[in-house]
C-alpha cells in the first residue's frame, strides 16, 4: 500500500474518533483489532515474524484497551463474563503467536466478531439511555 492511501486511513480514522460516541469508539477499536489479527494471520502463512509480532502486539493491546474499558458497575455478570472473554483472547494470542498459529488467531476473531456483532446491534435509543444513566451517575458522585 502507498504512504498516500495509509496516511489517507489513518487521518480518516483519526476524524472517525474525533466526533465518535463512547459507542463508535469501541466499535473502531473491535475493528481494529480484527484488522490487525487478520494481517497476523497473512504474516503466519508467510513465516514473517516480525509482522506477525506487530500486529499480534497491536491486536492484544486493543483488546486490552476493550478491558480496561468495560465499567464493572454495570450489569455485573456480563461484564464479568466480558472481562473474562477478553483476558482469554489476550491469553489466546500470545499461544497463536508462541505457536504460529492461524487457528488459534481466527478462534480470537470468531469471538470478537460475536461480540462486535451483538454491539453493532445495540438500538440508538438504548445508547442514549445508557449514555443519559452514565451521565447522571458521574453527576451524582461529583456531588458527593
Known sequence: ?????????????????AVADPHRVIQ??????LENMAKAKGFIER???SGKSTTLSKAMAIINSLQSS????????????LHSLYGFMHEHL?????????????EVMDILLTIK???????????EAAYSM????TQEVGVA
Open 47 to 49: 513465516k514473517d515474524y
Open 28 to 33: 473502531l477499536l473491535m475493528q481494529g483489532a
Open 1 to 17: 500500500m502507498s504512504y498516500g492511501i495509509k496516511a489517507y486511513k489513518a487521518v480518516g480514522v483519526k476524524d472517525d474518533l
Open 134 to 137: 452514565r451521565a447522571k451517575n
Open 117 to 127: 456483532s451483538a454491539w453493532d446491534q445495540i438500538p440508538v435509543a438504548d445508547r
Open 70 to 81: 468495560i465499567d464493572m458497575n454495570v450489569s455485573g455478570e456480563i461484564s464479568n463474563n
Open 94 to 106: 500470545i499461544v497463536a503467536s508462541r505457536e504460529m498459529s492461524i487457528e488459534k488467531v481466527q
